[in-house]
Nanobody, 112 residues
């Protein structure tokens, strides 16, 4: 059974930082492409960042330069470092594995 568990969400003021963590189990993590998506109220789920098994990364234009995705294959964990957060980053953030598996989501709220 594949399980993705996110943590690290919370509330922060504009300009602040958060680090999201996704712990994976039940998959051969090192060969999987991992990603972070987000969904704001009334909006479609969108890709935030993705990292391949080889370490290549892709970012949404809206977060490029502010967010960094990374992975630790030994720990079967993927991270999303979010800096210079803006109110429009407010959403539920989901971990994704191989475009197939999903975590339960973690809420990120950016507000003054």
């Amino acid at each position: 059974q594949v399980l993705l568990v996110e943590s690290g969400g919370g509330s922060v003021q504009p300009g602040g930082s958060l680090r999201l963590t996704c712990a994976a189990s039940g998959i051969t993590f090192s060969i999987n492409s991992m990603g972070w998506y987000r969904q704001a109220p009334g909006k479609q789920r969108e890709l935030v960042a993705r990292i391949t098994s080889g370490g290549s990364t892709t970012y949404a234009v809206s977060v490029k330069g502010r967010f960094t995705i990374s992975r630790d294959n030994a720990k079967k964990t993927v991270y999303l470092q979010m800096n210079s957060l803006k109110p429009e980053d407010t959403a539920v953030y989901y971990c994704n594995g191989d475009s197939v598996y999903w975590g339960q989501g973690t809420q990120v709220t950016v507000s003054s």
